[in-house]
């Protein structure tokens, strides 16, 4: 029995080890990385990049605060006319990348735009006041797309408010303020950071929307130094950099928390919800419409609009290809990974210990880590590997490197934890009995997981896939680095069109991307409906 259990750890152990080496590799490049390109980073621009960073992180954090606490806290705990509708359009801005925001709102409020051109024909605006392309367009953009991370994990977290706390605050005269600020967000506060972590990592990742913009940050500066300078070491220790600010920021709050519980009861009564009326209600309306205007309504439009104007000019043999490519490369990686994933989640589940429990936590990671980074980790890794088979087998030409397998393990390497969080949670609403009693009639392990286990856990694995497969189609920065040559997919075509002032033409692209975004939303509502 032990050498069964050895068996599953160490295999996972063996994974996972695998997966961490492109992160290491930048550790190992980054070492006495002070060259003249870093040098001249430190004494002209670095500290601009690293505030512009900062500056991003705290006001989007912010803002997607804002949007998505107040939306979860507003649908949940009061009723009014439309609710039910508010709550599902809410969630949608998901499903728009937030690069493809991006490239819409410079097209609508660029300074040749129409809307611009008409403000100034009135004496609206000028040239020197409205510009679009800045720091503050990206906080307002990255928020809007951002934030439904936000309102859907602390939605979730509000439905589960235990009303056995909730009514003697009521009772004891709490009024709706002091409700929300003094038990429902403490409650809630697990949920409110890790989905605040995931808004701040996105950031941290961006490069479509910041580079557009003309934003310096330091997932731009890591992309020019690798390939705008040819520098892998600047590159490499910026790297580290950029993996130790959602590190610490992530240290900070473990440690403030300092041992303390968030946990309530399970529901014992449905707390009634409270009516909205007057002046309230339609201030309601107008917050909830803001993110749902700006957020999906008017880019969806924009979408759609231009892509019925240029179907005929992009539809060809280049654009299904394109389509082909993504579609291949993000069924595969999603395969791999829930896969992957699954086979992790179940040595932790029948050899479970204090040991194990970090394994998990390890191996997701690289979803902590920007994009940019892995892939530099990972051509950093691949490089290396090929030099030492061409010496070692006298090859002529690279085997990892710029392949295919290279984007599959980048995109592994990142989105591990996204596979791994569906299948703990598939596995928690089984009991460990049950394996158990698998086993005590005869069947073995992988048996057991096969015959028993894995269909009960099904749907949720395939909705884990579809997660995955999203993740990895609307993945820029990734996909930048670790593309073969001339290897183009839907979200890299999008960004080459914008880069070229392309931006309608690039629609069509965008469109695709959307509509597959929209999957996962439309099976969860009715998965949902299933389970009511």
Not at 125 to 149: E, H, M
Not at 382 to 389: M, T
Not at 467 to 492: G, W
Request: hydrophobic share 50%.
């Amino acid at each position: 029995m032990r050498s069964i259990f050895n068996r599953y750890i160490l295999s996972s152990s063996f994974i996972i080890f695998i997966l961490l080496l492109p992160i290491l590799s930048i550790a190992i490049y980054s070492y006495g990385g002070e060259s003249d390109t870093l040098k001249h980073l430190s004494e002209t621009v670095l500290w601009g990049y690293i505030f512009n960073t900062f500056k991003l992180i705290f006001f989007v954090s912010l803002l997607s605060l804002l949007f998505g606490v107040m939306s979860a806290y507003i649908t949940v705990f009061y009723t009014f006319r439309f609710v039910s509708l508010f709550s599902i359009l809410l969630a949608l801005p998901f499903v728009i990348p937030t690069y493809i925001l991006g490239y819409i709102y410079s097209d609508i409020l660029g300074f040749f735009a129409p809307l611009h051109l008409l403000l100034m024909k009135f004496s609206i605006v000028d040239k020197s006041y409205f510009d679009v392309l800045q720091l503050n367009s990206v906080v307002i953009i990255l928020s809007l797309g951002l934030y439904p991370y936000i309102y859907l994990i602390v939605k979730s977290s509000f439905l589960k408010s235990s009303s056995a706390l909730l009514h003697p605050a009521l009772s004891l005269g709490k009024s709706s303020f002091g409700l929300f600020f003094e038990v429902i967000l403490p409650l809630s506060r697990v949920a409110i950071v890790g989905s605040l972590s995931l808004v701040i990592m996105e950031v941290v990742n961006e490069y479509g929307t910041v580079s557009y913009y003309g934003v310096d940050t330091l997932s731009t500066a890591i992309y020019t130094s690798w390939f705008g300078l040819n520098d892998p070491k600047s590159s490499a220790y910026l790297s580290i950099f950029a993996m130790s600010i959602i590190f610490v920021l992530l240290g900070i709050e473990k440690y403030s928390r300092n041992g303390s519980s968030y946990k309530s009861e399970a529901i014992s009564k449905e707390l009634k919800k409270k009516e909205l009326k007057g002046f309230t209600k339609l201030f309601v309306y107008l917050f909830l419409s803001f993110p749902i205007l700006f957020g999906f309504l008017i880019p969806f439009i924009w979408i759609l609009f231009y892509s019925l104007k240029y179907a005929t000019k992009v539809i060809d043999d280049a654009f299904l290809e394109v389509i082909l490519h993504s579609f291949i490369s993000s069924s595969i990686s999603a395969f791999i990974i829930m896969f992957l994933a699954f086979f992790i989640a179940y040595s932790v589940r029948i050899h479970n210990n204090n040991a194990t429990k970090y394994l998990t936590k390890i191996a997701g990671i690289g979803y902590s880590i920007p994009g940019v980074v892995i892939g530099i980790g990972v051509i950093s890794l691949l490089g290396d590997l090929d030099n030492f088979l061409i010496k070692l087998f006298s090859l002529d030409e690279l085997i990892l490197s710029g392949t295919l397998f290279a984007i599959f393990f980048g995109y592994v390497v990142r989105f591990l934890a996204v596979g791994l969080n569906m299948s703990e949670s598939s596995f928690e609403r089984i009991s460990i009995n049950i394996n158990k009693a698998s086993r005590n009639l005869g069947l073995s392990y992988w048996q057991t997981l096969l015959r028993v286990e894995y269909p009960l856990m099904k749907k949720s694995l395939l909705f884990g896939f579809l997660l995955v497969f999203v993740d990895i189609i609307k993945e820029l920065p990734l996909t930048l680095v670790l593309r073969p040559f001339n290897y183009e997919t839907l979200s890299t075509k999008t960004y080459e069109y914008a880069a070229n002032s392309m931006i309608k033409e690039s629609s069509l692209y965008a469109l695709i991307i959307v509509i597959l975004c929209f999957i996962p939303i439309i099976i969860t509502h009715a998965h949902n409906k299933e389970e009511k």
